[in-house]
């Protein structure tokens, strides 16, 4: 998964000290909305830019003076939303808009969408530098922060590969248990923050900082717990029925008995992924493939190109450097970068599928004809949607050897093992999730309470996992996203159900295709067509809502991905 600069800049901001109010007597609405978005684009894009490029090196480094930098950057766009004269101008065009006196909806829509920018920073200057400082550091420590293991540091990809390969339980357990210590790292940093945060949202007059975020990003906190209690519902029995079959084969593996398994056993620090517990060797295809140059012939094949992509972006693992992987889109103009920690195996192929989804939806082929304010993805869930929706393929069988990577001698052996591993997918990921949505939720509404209790309350619920007898360490905190990345997870959810629904669209009306699990696109420029027509074109102009309407002819909803996940 893909953290990104959308947090980060939201939507923008300008240094708009000078800006006069106009005369409420004389002035036109819609002219008066047009001066101050050009006022607004004139002075907003050189501190994105120069914020974009602090907050690329400070993860491609690690280093403290970058840091720095990334913070001074976040600081003077903060500084500049956060200006009052501006706001009240915003109030004014905000209220000229609710009552219909902007005809042009591409301006309405910009008054929207700045107004909700402008409106997260009306808080005291000193309280936004303090949110920013300790979110800079704890994104600092996470950047730095290696395992520890017998004496030795271990890179995130070293983790990664002794949880999925070692049938050692000690072993797995240190790793394990090693890969969580940046939890303790930062917990006190993270609580801090939170307590931050929320003071900043009832400032601005919300009950805490979740609920803010949520209506910032022009979501509804109930329409969203009714939307995952669904899928609770949806997913649970065949969720069950797959954990079964996942602890019985695990539990031969390691030689305990099923009701033994522990969260160390289950391949991934946070069960957020498949285990690879079938027959074949999903990784076997990749150990000779390189991976960025399927990727870049896939994307061409299907009509968006990203070689100028990769010739900007940092691919290999190095200290310092952000251990995860991200896409950002510095100007809006096109320069669009990838970071990731490329290793030969099967993970890292849909994670460079994931990140270059994010590249072409993007800048690239958002059209440079709209104005600046929307020239951007619709919002979170669709871009995580569409970079999900390529993603899947790096378990297609149809789709690697249609692009030439050899399954070896059991072809039909991987085919069976990929499809089940990826229902599989579907199934853990949608579960995590859960944990996810709700352990931030609870936080910010009551973060007193026993945080420690409240996450592993929600993994045994929604997950199965035990927790380890006699542990209380902040092992929630080891998740980056709930300090770097906040209120954002869910949408990663919203996201698959976006992929799904924006697939089965493209098989219906491109591929006449019935059965949405037969079409990989391979080498059909018409998906590339598709997809900027009905995805990438609009920017910002819809909501996200909108736009799923608009890409897919109805709402967003759970009936393509509980396709997706049931066999056959």
């Not at 099923?258 to 999903?282: C, G, I, K, R, T």
């Not at 440079?368 to 569409?386: D, F, M, Q, S, W």
């Amino acid at each position: 998964m893909s953290t990104d600069r959308r947090n980060f800049l939201l939507a923008g901001g300008a240094a708009v000290a000078g800006l006069v109010t106009p005369n409420a007597a004389h002035a036109d609405p819609a002219d008066d909305a047009r001066k101050f978005i050009a006022d607004h684009e004139a002075r907003v894009k050189p501190l994105e830019v120069r914020a974009g490029l602090a907050w690329w090196r400070a993860n491609i480094s690690g280093s403290e003076a970058d840091f720095k930098l990334k913070e001074e950057s976040q600081n003077q766009i903060d500084a500049a939303l956060s200006d009052r004269a501006a706001f009240d101008r915003l109030k004014a065009l905000k209220t000229a808009k609710d009552a219909g006196q902007l005809s042009d909806p591409i301006l309405a829509r910009q008054v929207t969408l700045l107004f909700l920018a402008y409106q997260e920073k009306q808080v005291a200057p000193e309280l936004l530098r303090r949110i920013t400082n300790k979110a800079n550091a704890v994104e600092q420590q996470f950047n730095v922060f290696r395992a520890r293991v017998d004496g030795r540091e271990l890179p995130d990809s070293e983790v990664r590969n002794v949880l999925k390969n070692s049938a050692d339980s000690a072993q797995r357990q240190r790793v394990w248990e090693a890969s969580k210590q940046v939890g303790a790292v930062v917990e006190a940093d993270l609580k801090e923050l939170v307590a931050l945060r929320n003071e900043s949202a009832r400032a601005l007059g919300f009950p805490n900082f979740h609920a803010m975020t949520l209506t910032l990003n022009e979501q509804d906190g109930a329409e969203l717990i009714k939307l995952f209690d669904e899928l609770d519902t949806l997913t649970r029995e065949p969720f069950t029925a797959a954990k079964t079959e996942i602890d019985d084969r695990l539990a031969k593996k390691y030689g305990v008995a099923p009701a033994a398994l522990m969260p160390w056993h289950y391949h991934d620090p946070f069960f957020q992924e498949s285990p690879a517990v079938f027959d074949a060797n999903l990784d076997a295809p990749f150990a000779r493939a390189d991976i960025t140059k399927l990727c870049v012939e896939f994307y061409r094949g299907i009509g968006l190109p990203v070689d100028d992509v990769i010739a900007k972006s940092d691919l290999l693992e190095k200290p310092g450097k952000s251990p995860h992987a991200f896409c950002t889109d510095i100007d809006r103009e096109g320069d669009v970068r990838v970071l990731a920690n490329i290793q030969p195996n099967e993970y890292w192929m849909g994670t460079m599928l994931h990140e270059l989804g994010h590249a072409v939806y993007s800048s690239k082929n958002i059209p440079n004809k709209l104005p600046y304010v929307l020239r951007a993805e619709a919002h979170i869930l669709t871009t995580e949607g569409v970079a999900m929706q390529f993603e899947r393929f790096s378990k297609s069988r149809a789709w690697l050897e249609k692009m030439g990577v050899p399954l070896g001698t059991a072809p039909n052996a991987f085919e069976d093992a990929a499809a089940r591993t990826q229902r599989n997918q579907l199934l853990i990921f949608s579960r995590w999730c859960q944990v996810m949505l709700r352990f931030e939720k609870g936080m910010y509404e009551n973060p007193a309470q026993d945080l420690n209790k409240l996450w592993w309350d929600l993994v045994e619920r929604y997950q199965n996992l035990k927790r380890p007898m006699g542990r209380n360490a902040p092992d929630y905190a080891s998740k980056i996203h709930i300090c770097s990345a906040p209120v954002y997870y869910h949408n990663y959810m919203m996201g698959q159900l976006f992929a799904s629904q924006v697939h089965a669209a493209i098989a219906r009306d491109l591929f006449k295709e019935a059965d949405p699990k037969r079409v990989i696109y391979i080498g059909d420029r018409r998906v590339g067509e598709f997809m900027k027509d009905k995805v990438f074109a609009p920017g910002r102009t819809l909501d996200w809502k909108g736009l799923t309407r608009h890409a897919t002819g109805a709402d967003l909803n759970p009936a393509a991905f509980a396709r997706d996940f049931r066999p056959g």
